[in-house]
């Protein structure tokens, strides 16, 4: 078996370290954050709430999630905040950058560039519709991870990914099969959404090695403990469960930092015990 790749394997030490499968998502909203921190300027603020945050579950996760979007949205300030919470991140923590990037390959040079180097995520979320050669420059870099979107957690998925093909097959299915072809670096895996656990179960029949990246266990409503069983591989592991508003806004008050660990520290303790 090709050795995984160094984000992979990074990660598995973090699922062993802490006993967990879970993803925190950093995508902190300015109008939710707590009243004292409200009192700061939007971006000084996301990085206050995040620090918080980080310090009560580092020891809980097995990674953390940004998307891009939340930072972008606060203007150049908020990509300064993306790297200074990205610094607050213990090391032996691996990040991934939430960005479904998906463009021309020339384009997705840069993209990588930005993700890989500049921002030093250990891994990013792409999009796999302009084919291999668009995801290239990301699934080249083999000591980098790349998720590629195949069936996601949103309503209106199953518009695009459950389109039948000519041979029967739902889109998703094939996308899963084509990374699964492209994975010569070890270091590609899947997004799927908890809100298809019977289609994940399928995804993970066609690729019983590909790591998994599982959204839509809180407000979209996934089922938590069937997707987690359709989800793991043959290790129990596999996978990571996302969770964000579910855990970062589990109190508006000054306790938030406190409740955010007691909401993540039962996230993992749900996950632990189903698989």
Same mark, same amino acid.
């Given at each position: 078996?090709?050795?995984?790749?160094?984000?992979?394997? %990074?990660?598995?030490?973090?699922?062993? %370290? &802490?006993?967990?499968?879970?993803?925190?998502?950093?995508?902190?909203?300015?109008?939710?954050?707590p009243a004292r921190?409200?009192?700061?300027?939007?971006?000084?603020?996301?990085?206050?709430?995040?620090? $918080?945050?980080?310090?009560a579950?580092?020891d809980?996760v097995?990674?953390?999630?940004?998307?891009l979007?939340f930072? $972008?949205?606060?203007?150049?300030?908020?990509?300064?905040?993306l790297?200074?919470?990205?610094?607050?991140?213990? !090391?032996e923590?691996?990040?991934?950058?939430?960005?479904k990037?998906?463009?021309?390959?020339?384009t997705?040079?840069a993209y990588?560039?930005?993700?890989?180097?500049?921002?030093?995520?250990?891994?990013?979320t792409a999009? !796999?519709?302009?084919?291999?050669?668009?995801?290239?420059?990301?699934?080249?870099?083999a000591?980098r991870?790349v998720?590629?979107?195949?069936?996601?957690? &949103?309503?209106?998925?199953a518009?695009?990914?459950?389109? %039948?093909?000519?041979?029967?097959? !739902?889109?998703?299915?094939?996308?899963?099969?084509?990374? %699964?072809a492209?994975?010569?670096?070890q270091n590609?895996?899947?997004?799927?959404?908890?809100?298809?656990p $019977? *289609?994940?179960? *399928?995804?993970?029949?066609?690729? !019983?090695?590909?790591?998994?990246?599982?959204p839509?266990?809180?407000?979209?409503g996934?089922?938590?403990?069937?997707?987690?069983q359709?989800?793991?591989?043959?290790?129990?592991?596999?996978?990571?469960?996302?969770?964000?508003? *579910?855990?970062?806004?589990?109190?508006?008050?000054?306790?938030?930092? *406190?409740?955010?660990?007691?909401?993540?520290?039962?996230?993992?303790?749900?996950i632990?015990?189903?698989?």
């Open positions: 078996m090709a050795t995984a790749s160094a984000f992979f394997t %990074r990660l598995d030490a973090a699922v062993a %370290r &802490n006993e967990s499968l879970l993803c925190i998502g950093l995508d902190p909203d300015p109008e939710r954050l921190l409200r009192t700061l300027p939007p971006a000084e603020a996301v990085v206050a709430f995040n620090r $918080e945050i980080i310090a579950t580092a809980l097995a990674c953390y999630k940004p998307n979007a930072y $972008e949205a606060l203007g150049p300030e908020g990509l300064v905040a790297k200074q919470t990205l610094a607050l991140v213990p !090391p923590v691996p990040t991934i950058g939430d960005a990037r998906g463009d021309i390959a020339n997705m040079r990588a560039r930005a993700l890989f180097d500049v921002y030093d995520f250990g891994a990013v999009n !796999p519709y302009l084919g291999r050669d668009a995801l290239e420059p990301l699934l080249s870099r000591d991870g998720y590629v979107l195949c069936l996601t957690s &949103n309503p209106g998925a518009e695009v990914a459950e389109v %039948r093909l000519d041979d029967g097959r !739902p889109l998703f299915l094939a996308v899963a099969e084509r990374v %699964r492209w994975n010569t670096n590609a895996g899947l997004v799927v959404g908890a809100t298809h $019977e *289609q994940l179960a *399928q995804v993970r029949r066609a690729c !019983p090695e590909l790591p998994i990246l599982l839509g266990t809180g407000t979209q996934g089922d938590l403990e069937r997707s987690v359709a989800g793991i591989d043959g290790r129990r592991a596999g996978l990571l469960v996302v969770a964000a508003r *579910q855990v970062l806004y589990a109190s508006g008050g000054d306790d938030f930092a *406190q409740q955010a660990r007691r909401a993540a520290q039962q996230l993992r303790d749900r632990n015990r189903a698989r």
